[in-house]
């Protein structure tokens, strides 16, 4: 009798500041045609957690423009403010301060501290500052670093409730440039681990899912698509198939080929 069991599923949350989410991958608001287009890529992406950049986007501080939370309520999503174009510590805390104060008391923040206007790489020593100063400030930082599994580490070591390391520059859609990288950093955290910047298409999601990482935050791989609505939902289904892929766990890489029907056993 055929087994009528349905396909098995991978039941497993992402857990982050407290709280458990379904969705594994983050995305972003900003760089859409207007923010009915952003609802409309991120309710595609399944996306619970959302981010924005706090310097760029108006929540609030600016009375005469469109507000975003009246588009993407807070009652839907979480939001990550972020601090896109800070390039440093004490831009980004203030920055953070901002986005607590327009978020009635919100402390979970997304940390990048810029240290280079062309490639967009993290600037190390201002984002290990900013991170130890908003930590003791009551802050939940989510920070954006190097592939570097030491200073990974490091800011996991000092509070850090994720860590997210790029996997190329931001933006550039070059996908996992240094899949060794990742997984070391992986292996060695003990706090959400998730890729921030690079992925270009749907199957660069899956491997880094493969790669063992909690989730992944991307903007430009959806936004920048020639249809945004549909690219989110071609991630959303990559970030289900990597997860369920790492949980089951592949096969070994061999040099050479093994039968599929071993002939052992066989009556001839």
Avoid: W
């Amino acid at each position: 009798m055929l087994n009528s069991d349905p396909t098995p599923t991978v039941d497993d949350t992402l857990f982050i500041g407290g709280q458990h989410y379904q969705s594994r991958l983050l995305v972003g608001t900003g760089k859409y045609k207007d923010l009915y287009q952003a609802k409309q890529a991120i309710d595609a992406s399944g996306a619970e957690i959302i981010t924005m950049a706090v310097r760029r986007t108006n929540i609030g501080q600016h009375q005469n423009e469109a507000n975003l939370l009246e588009i993407l309520s807070p009652k839907d999503y979480t939001y990550l403010p972020n601090t896109a174009g800070c390039y440093s510590a004490e831009e980004a805390i203030r920055t953070c301060r901002l986005a607590r104060e327009l978020l009635d008391g919100h402390n979970l923040v997304k940390l990048e501290v810029l240290g280079d206007e062309k490639t967009l790489f993290p600037d190390v020593v201002q984002t290990l500052k900013a991170a130890e100063t908003l930590i003791r400030d009551g802050f939940q930082v989510m920070v954006y670093t190097n592939d570097d599994p030491v200073v990974a580490k490091h800011l996991e070591e000092i509070g850090c409730v994720a860590v997210m390391p790029l996997a190329a520059p931001i933006g550039s859609g070059l996908g996992i440039r240094n899949p060794y990288n990742i997984a070391t950093i992986v292996e060695n955290a003990s706090v959400p681990v998730l890729v921030d910047a690079g992925v270009g298409t749907a199957s660069d999601a899956a491997v880094a899912m493969e790669l063992g990482c909690d989730g992944l935050l991307m903007q430009t791989a959806i936004a920048g698509a020639q249809n945004p609505v549909l690219m989110a939902s071609a991630m959303k289904k990559a970030v289900e198939a990597g997860r369920e892929a790492f949980v089951a766990g592949r096969i070994p890489r061999k040099r050479y080929a093994s039968a599929s029907s071993p002939i052992d056993g066989t009556f001839f």
